[in-house]
T-cell receptor, first 115, second 115 residues
Framework: AQTVTQSQPEMSVQEAETVTLSCTYD???????LFWYKQPPSRQMILVIR??????QNATENRFSVNFQKAAKSFSLKISDSQLGDAAMYFC????????????FGKGTKLSVKP | DTGVSQNPRHKITKRGQNVTFRCDPI?????LYWYRQTLGQGPEFLTY????????KSRLLSDRFSAERPKGSFSTLEIQRTEQGDSAMYLC?????????????FGPGTRLTVL
């Protein structure tokens, strides 16, 4: 069974600085997707960034980028120029069965941003 | 497009009572997922529908849980004879299967408290 592990329950970053959130996963599949979701307090979860396993190039979305290491089964999220609005729970997720399956989430990392 | 909506947003019930939650997906989204999120954990998959057909159920979905999606539109999740362990946030997500990738859009969730 696939598992997703986020080893950092909480992280803190100074506004305008850079922070990296870690995620590792375990799977025997070769075709899958990886995601980072953001869940602000009392608000719904939104997709931050996704990575296709077959792509070697790391995904980037504005201030958010990933470091995808397929052999090491590692998928970290880097947030550059952190903003107060980035404060939230961040969940790493794995999608099995190509693009059609359900998501398997890690336990999350709570990110605080200090002004 | 108002996104995925869920009702009620909060539900408090006594142990042993039945509760029903509703999810309205984004219009034209053919897939609908239910997840459960307990405190300090990431969401866990419960079940999903493609149109009106329930295609997969997690082992977490005990006999007391039942989900429906009549006519492939909104979905309901019913919990019979609630237990304190059912207290959680119940999340709904929808997606449109098109091409090789389908992003899941999440609703705000229904928070259930069983006394």
């Amino acid at each position: 069974a696939q598992t997703v592990t986020q080893s950092q329950p909480e992280m803190s970053v100074q506004e305008a600085e850079t922070v990296t959130l870690s995620c590792t996963y375990d799977t025997s599949e070769s075709d899958y997707y990886l995601f980072w979701y953001k869940q602000p307090p009392s608000r719904q979860m939104i997709l931050v960034i996704r990575q296709e396993a077959y792509k070697q190039q790391n995904a980037t979305e504005n201030r958010f980028s990933v470091n995808f290491q397929k052999a090491a089964k590692s998928f970290s999220l880097k947030i550059s120029d952190s903003q107060l609005g980035d404060a939230a729970m961040y969940f790493c997720a794995f999608q099995e069965g190509g693009s059609q399956g359900n998501l398997i989430f890690g336990k999350g990392t709570k990110l605080s941003v200090k002004p | 497009d108002t996104g995925v909506s869920q009702n009620p947003r909060h539900k408090i019930t006594k142990r042993g009572q039945n509760v029903t939650f509703r999810c309205d997906p984004i219009s034209e989204h053919n897939r609908l997922y239910w997840y459960r999120q307990t405190l300090g954990q990431g969401p866990e998959f419960l079940t999903y529908f493609q149109n009106e057909a329930q295609l997969e159920k997690s082992r977490l979905l005990s006999d007391r849980f039942s989900a429906e999606r009549p006519k492939g539109s909104f979905s309901t999740l019913e919990i019979q004879r609630t237990e304190q362990g059912d207290s959680a946030m119940y999340l709904c997500a929808s997606s449109l299967t098109r091409g090789i990738y389908n992003e899941q859009f999440f609703g705000p969730g229904t928070r259930l408290t069983v006394l």
